[in-house]
């Protein structure tokens, strides 16, 4: 049990809230603290590995119903999902009417937001009824404004306001209104922003994200066998392992709570005796053991690799490569650049299109002596706020790649000093995490 006046909020993903036996666990889990007090709640996911999440069966509905295409099929295995929880809960409760519409509403072109966002509302009310606690519709406390951004100052006031009503509560996550009135989801896994926000407005003292691993983990258990878990780590280096594909946690989750220096406890519904890992403003010391704190990658990076003599003393030259991009609305990743060359890394997906008219205007802009493509790279991230204290951790990790016999196409060692990245080439991708992760944890 927890000291007498703290306040938790608790979120659970999709595998948490799978069925019935989940709901159990996620039940006793909230009951066991009587400071957890609002619970945010996911749509259920994946039962097992080749089962379907409810979300991507809504996304699919709409697409359906897009192509003027029958949604039975799908709606119903959706329905069944809620009606297979319920009834193996033994809940004198139904949600037939708002199953029905949905599928209504769905037929009548209802949009893509809307659609998705019922996954979570309809597993909330369920959750809400097994917990004995009062549903409270995110769509009347999270707003956006009229850009589709996170309207802070209107939502923190609205959520305080609303939950200061409630000793306990279940929100739906994933989703808010927009000014008129309509739905609008976050990205995909955007649930942990609710969690967020929620611990944000009412100035919660712990926010805890419960999932279906034993915390942060130093790789992603899909590549690595059994990565070791890390037990503290700080917002920033959080950050920089989300946003390169440690998706454990959405990678916009920390902002609401980073102000507030609310910490985020990531725990697993599956052991809940285990301790997590601890998400703080700042670690309580700065040696890891480990040296590195994670790695994480990502694939699907193309580099646009500029050279020009004297481009260096070139007033403008940058920006007005960068312009290009920017005509076109991509962003890059990346900026590694010498006297004579820049590289600028960018999404392959969001160049997909525009591929050669971005080197035809960029060939206008700057008149280079050459412009190369290079695609199928990845990026990996190497992390760790112990990294600046310790020497030789660049020459470790490309002495290990060297020895794995990768090519480094690009290194980028970030400002903060907390982090280095190296593109290789995608075939690299597991190798190259393998031969940084077995560098430092052996
Ligand atoms: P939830 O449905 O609970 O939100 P997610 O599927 O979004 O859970 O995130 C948890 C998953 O993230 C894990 O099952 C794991 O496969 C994946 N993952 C990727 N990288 C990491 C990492 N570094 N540490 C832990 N999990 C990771
Ligand atoms: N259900 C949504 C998704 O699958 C949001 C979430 O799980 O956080 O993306
Ligand atoms: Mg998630």
Same mark, same amino acid.
């Given at each position: 049990m927890?000291?007498?006046?703290m306040?938790?909020v608790v979120k659970?993903g999709?595998s948490?809230?799978?069925?019935a036996n989940q709901?159990?666990k996620?039940?006793?889990?909230?009951?066991s603290d009587?400071?957890?007090?609002?619970a945010?709640a996911?749509?259920?996911?994946?039962r097992?590995?080749?089962?379907?999440k409810?979300?991507?069966?809504?996304?699919?509905c709409f697409r359906?119903?897009c192509?003027?295409?029958d949604?039975?099929?799908?709606f119903?295995k959706?329905a069944a999902r809620?009606?297979?929880?319920i009834?193996d809960l033994?809940?004198d409760?139904?949600l037939?009417?708002d199953?029905?519409?949905?599928k209504?509403a769905?037929?009548?072109?209802?949009?893509?937001?809307?659609i998705?966002?019922r996954g979570?509302?309809?597993?909330?009310k369920i959750?809400?009824?097994?917990?004995?606690?009062?549903?409270i519709?995110?769509?009347?406390c999270i707003?956006?404004?009229?850009n589709?951004?996170?309207d802070s100052?209107?939502?923190d006031k609205?959520?305080s306001?609303?939950?200061?009503l409630h000793?306990?509560?279940?929100?739906?996550g994933?989703?808010?209104?927009?000014?008129n009135g309509?739905?609008r989801t976050f990205s995909?896994?955007g649930?942990d922003?609710t969690g967020?926000?929620?611990?944000?407005?009412i100035?919660?003292?712990l926010?805890?994200n419960w999932t279906?691993v034993?915390?942060?983990l130093?790789?992603?258990?899909?590549?690595i066998k059994d990565p070791? &878990?890390i037990?503290?780590?700080t917002? +920033?280096e #959080?950050r920089? !392992?989300s946003?390169m594909?440690?998706?454990v946690? *959405?990678e916009d989750?920390?902002?609401?709570?980073?102000?507030a220096?609310i910490?985020?406890?990531i725990?697993n519904?599956?052991?809940p005796?285990?301790p997590?890992?601890?998400?703080v403003d700042?670690a309580s010391s700065?040696v890891v053991?480990?040296v590195?704190?994670?790695?994480?990658?990502?694939?699907?990076?193309?580099?646009?690799?500029v050279e020009?003599?004297m481009?260096? &003393?070139e007033v403008?030259?940058?920006? +007005?490569? #960068?312009?290009? !991009?920017?005509?076109?609305?991509?962003?890059f990743? *990346?900026?590694?650049?010498?006297?004579?060359?820049?590289?600028?890394?960018?999404?392959s997906a969001a160049?997909e299109?525009?591929k050669?008219?971005?080197?035809?205007?960029?060939?206008k802009?700057?008149?280079?002596d050459?412009?190369?493509i290079m695609?199928?790279?990845?990026l990996i991230a190497?992390?760790?706020?112990g990294?600046v204290s310790?020497?030789?951790?660049?020459a470790?990790?490309f002495t290990?790649l060297?020895n794995a016999?990768?090519?480094?196409?690009?290194?980028?060692?970030?400002?903060?000093?907390?982090?280095?990245?190296?593109?290789v080439?995608?075939h690299?991708y597991q190798k190259?995490?393998?031969?940084?992760?077995?560098?430092?944890v052996?």
């Open positions: 927890g000291c007498k006046h306040v938790k659970f999709g948490s809230l799978a069925d709901f159990r996620v039940a006793d889990i909230i009951k009587p400071d957890r007090r609002y945010v996911s749509a259920p996911g994946k097992d590995s080749r089962d379907e409810v979300t991507d069966m809504l996304l699919q359906l119903a192509d003027k295409r949604i039975s099929g799908t119903d959706i809620y009606n297979g929880i009834k033994g809940l409760f139904s037939d009417e199953l029905e519409g949905i209504v769905i037929s009548h072109h209802a949009s893509r937001d809307y998705a966002s979570e509302y309809l597993n909330a959750l809400a009824n097994f917990l004995g606690y009062p549903f519709d995110a769509e009347d707003f956006f404004d009229e589709g951004t996170l100052k209107k939502t609205k959520m306001a609303v939950l200061s000793e306990y509560a279940v929100l739906p994933f989703y808010g209104a927009m000014p309509t739905i995909r896994g649930s922003i967020s926000i929620v611990a944000k407005a100035g919660a003292d926010y805890e279906d034993s915390g942060m130093m790789a992603d258990p899909r590549l070791l &878990s037990p503290e780590i917002y +920033k #959080l920089e !392992l946003y594909g440690a998706t946690l *959405h989750a920390i902002f609401p709570v980073r102000k220096k910490p985020i406890n725990r519904t599956n052991d005796a285990a997590g890992t601890m998400i700042k700065n053991e480990t590195i704190t994670g790695v994480a990658g990502k694939k699907g990076i193309t580099s646009i690799h020009k003599d481009m260096n &003393s403008g030259f940058g920006r +007005k490569v #960068l312009e290009v !991009l920017e005509n076109h609305n991509i962003s990743e *990346h900026l590694p650049s010498g006297i004579d060359t820049m590289s600028v890394l960018v999404s160049i299109e525009c050669g008219s971005i080197t035809a205007e960029m060939v802009a700057v008149d280079p050459s412009i190369t695609e199928n790279l990845c190497v992390v760790g706020r990294m310790t020497e030789g951790v660049a470790r990790i290990a060297a016999h990768i090519n480094i196409r690009m290194i980028d060692q970030g400002s903060s000093e907390l982090n280095i990245i190296v593109a080439e995608e690299d190259t995490l393998e031969a940084i992760y077995h560098e430092f052996k």
